[in-house]
């Protein structure tokens, strides 16, 4: 069983930067691809960004380009969302997840840390 701990969410202003971490633990595996979600109230949770893990390409959607930048540590099974330029529509709760199984999808989530970027 992976555990996702998702940490660096916080209040800020629009403009401001915030860094989220995102560490996997427990027992062995490999590690495909990790990425991140958001989900507001009443929305379906929606993808932000993702890297695979052995070559480190990434994917982001297009509101968050030039913004955000999704990075890994792979000493540390560690994702980050270095996110600047914040706007209010990225207020989220935010979730960390990861890809184990090589089918391409995603097998495990972290509980979520909640962004809040006041205008």
């Known amino acids: 069983q992976v555990q996702l701990v998702e940490s660096g969410g916080g209040l800020v202003q629009a403009g401001d930067s915030l860094r989220l971490s995102c560490a996997a633990s427990g027992g062995a595996f490999s590690i495909d691809s990790m990425g991140w979600f958001r989900q507001t109230p009443g929305k379906e949770r929606e993808f932000v960004a993702a890297?695979?893990?052995?070559?480190?390409?990434?994917y982001y959607t297009d509101s968050v380009k030039g913004r955000f930048t999704i990075s890994r540590d792979k000493a540390k099974n560690t994702v980050y969302l270095q996110m600047n330029t914040l706007e209010p529509e990225d207020t989220a709760v935010y979730y960390c997840?990861?890809?184990?199984?090589?089918?391409?999808?995603?097998?495990?989530w972290g509980q979520g840390t909640q962004v809040t970027v006041s205008s």
């Open positions: 997840t990861i890809g184990i199984s090589g089918g391409g999808e995603y097998d495990y």
């Open positions: 890297i695979t893990w052995k070559i480190g390409i990434t």
